[in-house]
């Protein structure tokens, strides 16, 4: 039933390593983000992907790198992971376009914690 | 850019009550959309209401209403007979409309509401 998932929830490693979140989304929807949260709660957009196009690329290090085999799924590689990557994760979609007459809806979110 | 403000990084309010949190945005753009999404401890990010700056008439959900002054650039969240269940993280966010599809979710800074029983 869930429309908007995220694995793994939580993911502890340590500095150098690469790792992957991935997000599915049951909704048929188009569009799909990944946001990251600051631990001071901040919000800020990362990616988003129209029917797996590119279209949002915001200033996210190279060694953030999002990839969608199909407009159902948007998964995000992390190489060479560093302390400041520790963040939650989110995951959103949407039917239409960002700034089309759509509302994101969000993923449970991916707690990553780089040690 | 746009730039969303909510000034009021905490609050508490009784079981029950009414309490009103305040959001303002800048934007020299006409047709937008406005967002109040809340972040309970489970930290799901869960839509309460939308806006769409065309429409004069405030959103209401149930418990939950808006006062949206244009003018003002001002969207503040109305929690009615506040319950235990309201306890959480809300964020007031912003979109501008556009058919490109590369227009970004700008959120607030938050406000961490507390509903005490």
Known sequence: DTAVSQTPKYLVTQMGNDKSIKCEQNLGHDTMYWYKQDSKKFLKIMFSYNNKELIINETVPNRFSPKSPDKAHLNLHINSLELGDSAVYFCASSLGLAGAEETQYFGPGTRLLVL | ?117
């Open chain 2, 1 to 117: 850019a746009q730039t969303v403000t909510q000034s009021q990084p905490e609050m508490s309010v009784q079981e029950a009550e009414t309490v009103t949190l305040s959001c303002t945005y800048d934007t020299s753009e006409n047709n937008y959309y406005l967002f109040w999404y809340k972040q309970p401890p489970s930290r799901q990010m869960i839509l309460v209401i939308r806006q769409e700056a065309y429409k004069q008439q405030n959103a209401t959900e149930n418990r939950f209403s808006v006062n949206f002054q244009k003018a003002a650039k001002s969207f503040s969240l109305k929690i009615s007979d506040s319950q235990l269940g309201d306890t959480a993280m809300y964020f007031c966010a912003f979109i501008l409309t556009s058919a490109f599809g590369n227009e970004k979710l700008t959120f607030g800074t938050g406000t961490r509401l507390t509903i005490i029983p």
